[in-house]
């Protein structure tokens, strides 16, 4: 390719990109002279693309360009691409000899211009975008800024504001000052608002108003406890001052993980590793040991307290040890009961309580099966325990084996009799979670006969049963249940192999279950935290002298449902859904009602910002505003109790109604 036809296509290049260009130009300077960067590297970003896109159709559509625009070129452009054999080369050159003298700016101009128009309506389409961005940001409605009265105006150039912020001692916190800015302090923090310069003594022009529907003086200071998060303003531009509160210290215990641990006889050793943390300072961790030895009702507790030393960051502490046995006071059948309780430095301090973790350290294995974890039940001398039912099972698999050819009605007989005993002993567990068969059926005991009056059989009494028994409901915890629920499992499962005549099927589950009973033997010893009761002093001079006076009675008044909203506020949402006047002290009560019904911080500011706008005027703002009180009413309550209603031929009497 000849050095002139890179030329050529780089002169047609730049037309094309010049032709493009105003538009570009439309597209990218109203977001620049607006002052949205965003909306600035859009455009821009757009611009480029564009401009890239021309390139690569210029690169590949110039020689057509030429043969439709130039006819002198008699149809030959491609020549001036790619001209492989020497008769094209000649051609070419004088081709190029041609476009040089036909291809001035005029020409290249009109080709551009036929083939790239200006795309005005992309720069017309971002001007109207920006023009409305601008009309939505500069309209009355939603503005974060009100008009300044006229009276103030001449002040308000000559007045400065500034903030002087002093935390709590206890947070460590120095005071520090601001100028008029949205901010972030401690809970407690007194906040002061200094106004300097300004010859004017009116005090509307140094009035600082917040958001809570305070306005303060400051002539020259004035001081606020930062209570809750609120905006302030000032001359029309307001500033978010957000309160931290004060948490309560974190504990988190890594070892162990879980609430019980059973240990192994081999251990000699526990790890107990904890981490307590705060936003400021943690003042005091201490770690309670209960130990709990003995069984049934004679267990002893003693208790001790370990502090947690501080590290060198005040605002945590952390417990690493690992505790021998002997250093707990542990032995075989104990339990140790633990938790950690912490508190910070705050004024008033936060105490915290970790859940309470349990170290168990089994003991030898009683042989007895009735425990205090199982109601004691007088246990007729047929009944047989799981163990005796085991060993009965084992011998018969022992005596199959060694006599492989005893008669199946024996082995038939003996596995029988053991699944029988096997039934009782479910039943018995099963009476403690409700099951409906009785300890020993019909037909191995007698019933007394259910007779009522007149020698009438009570039906009721002698077919009937009972699913809602309050010891039932009461008696055990989900954890004894669930214990209960799983030896009954196994004993079902063994029961049903030994009916089958599969012995060696039935040991299996006849373990299992043994092991639920040998578990609710171990679970005789339950720890609870003590709960004081603080009850209220007893006034010694109205005490035993009959004055019923201030008592209020027990009886629930559930006929009325609490009302949702106060009438004041009910009020204030008709008038400003029907474009009325608002009611007297309307911001008051709307502030006061937001604050109790509205929890989250950033949705309270917003809702006060909608208060303050209605307040200044803003017609637009009342359906924003209408719409944070309605939101804040929440559910309707729900009416517990209907309204009774006589409708008696004496009630119509009384009240003069015909029927």
Same mark, same amino acid.
């Given at each position: 390719m000849s050095a002139a036809v890179p030329d050529i296509v780089s002169r047609l290049r730049r037309a094309v990109l010049l032709r493009r260009a105003p538009a570009w130009l439309l597209a990218v300077l109203p977001w620049l002279i607006l002052g949205v960067p965003l909306a600035a590297l859009l455009a821009l970003a757009f611009v480029l693309a564009d401009a890239y896109r021309l390139v690569?159709?210029?690169?590949?559509?110039?020689?057509?360009w030429l043969d439709d625009c130039v006819p002198e070129l008699e149809d030959s452009s491609r020549l001036l691409a790619d001209a492989a054999t020497p008769l094209a080369r000649l051609q070419q050159a004088r081709l190029i000899e041609r476009a040089s003298t036909l291809l001035d700016r005029a020409a290249l101009t009109r080709i551009a211009a036929r083939y790239n128009g200006r795309a005005l309506p992309l720069g017309a389409i971002s001007m109207v975008l920006a023009a409305l961005w601008w009309f939505g940001h500069h309209l009355p409605q939603g503005r974060s800024q009100v008009a300044v009265p006229q009276a103030l105006a001449p002040h308000a150039g000559a007045l400065r504001v500034s903030l002087h912020v002093t935390p709590p001692a206890y947070t460590g916190v120095k005071p520090f000052d601001s100028a008029p800015r949205d901010i972030q302090v401690p809970a407690g923090s007194r906040v002061s608002w200094c106004v300097e310069g300004g010859a004017s003594k009116d005090t509307r022009a140094r009035a600082i108003e917040l958001s809570n529907g305070q306005?303060?003086?400051?002539?020259?200071?004035?001081?606020?406890?930062?209570?809750?998060?609120?905006?302030?303003?000032?001359?029309g531009t307001r500033y978010t001052l957000r309160v931290t509160p004060d948490e309560p210290p974190r504990i988190t215990l890594t070892t162990p993980k879980d609430m019980l641990t059973i240990l192994s006889e081999s251990t000699t050793s526990v790890a107990l590793n904890a981490d307590v943390t705060d936003d400021y300072k943690v003042a005091k961790a201490t770690l309670h040991l209960t130990l709990a030895r003995g069984s049934g009702?004679?267990?002893?507790?003693?208790?001790?307290?370990?502090?947690?030393?501080?590290?060198?960051?005040?605002?945590? +502490?952390?417990l690493q040890r690992r505790w021998t046995l002997k250093?707990?006071?542990?032995?075989?059948?104990?339990?140790?009961?633990?938790?950690?309780?912490?508190?910070d430095?705050?004024?008033?301090?936060?105490?915290?309580?970790?859940?309470?973790?349990t170290?168990?350290?089994?003991?030898?294995?009683?042989?007895?099966?009735?425990?205090?974890?199982?109601p004691v039940l007088v246990k007729p001398e047929s009944l047989r325990s799981q163990r005796q039912i085991i060993i009965d099972t084992e011998q018969l698999i022992a005596d199959m084996k060694q006599n492989p050819r005893m008669a199946p009605d024996t082995v038939r007989a003996r596995s029988e009799a053991i699944a029988s005993d096997q039934a009782l002993l479910r039943r018995r567990y099963g009476q403690f979670l409700g099951e409906e068969s009785s300890l020993f059926g019909g037909a191995e005991h007698d019933e007394p006969e259910h007779k009522g009056k007149d020698g009438q059989v009570d039906v009721l009494a002698e077919y009937g049963h009972a699913h809602d028994q309050a010891e039932n409901a009461t008696?055990?915890?989900?954890?004894?249940?669930?214990?209960?629920?799983?030896?009954?499992?196994?004993?079902?499962d063994a029961e049903k192999a030994l009916r089958a005549i599969a012995p060696r099927t039935a040991l299996p589950p006849e373990y299992t279950a043994l092991d639920a009973i040998k578990q609710l033997q171990q679970a005789d010893r339950i720890y609870l935290h003590k709960t004081a009761y603080a009850p209220p002093p007893i006034k010694e001079e109205i005490r035993m002298s009959g004055d019923v006076v201030g008592v209020k009675p027990y009886k629930r008044e559930q006929d009325a449902a609490p009302e949702a909203a106060a009438p004041s506020v009910r009020a204030l949402l008709t008038a400003l859904g029907n474009d009325q006047p608002l009611p007297a002290l309307w911001t008051r009560e709307a502030l006061d009602f937001l604050r109790e019904r509205v929890a989250?911080?950033?949705? +309270?500011?917003?809702?006060q910002r909608a208060v303050q706008d209605v307040a200044d005027g803003c017609v637009q703002c009342r359906p924003v505003l209408r719409a944070w009180l309605r939101g804040a009413l929440g559910e309707a309550p729900l009416n517990l109790q209907a309204p009774m209603q006589h409708d008696s031929g004496f009630a119509r009497k009384l009240r003069g109604e015909q029927k």
């Open positions: 690569r159709r210029v690169d590949n559509c110039w020689p057509a306005s303060l003086k400051a002539s020259p200071c004035v001081e606020w406890t930062a209570t809750e998060s609120i905006f302030w303003r000032w001359y009702e004679n267990i002893r507790f003693s208790d001790r307290e370990v502090p947690i030393d501080a590290d060198a960051d005040l605002r945590t +502490r952390k250093e707990l006071g542990m032995e075989p059948g104990d339990e140790l009961y633990f938790f950690i309780r912490a508190s430095n705050a004024e008033p301090a936060h105490q915290v309580q970790s859940p309470t973790y170290l168990r350290l089994p003991g030898p294995v009683a042989e007895s099966e009735d425990t205090s974890a199982v008696l055990f915890d989900d954890a004894t249940k669930k214990v209960l629920r799983r030896a009954l499992s196994a004993m079902w989250d911080d950033e949705q +309270r500011l917003a809702a």
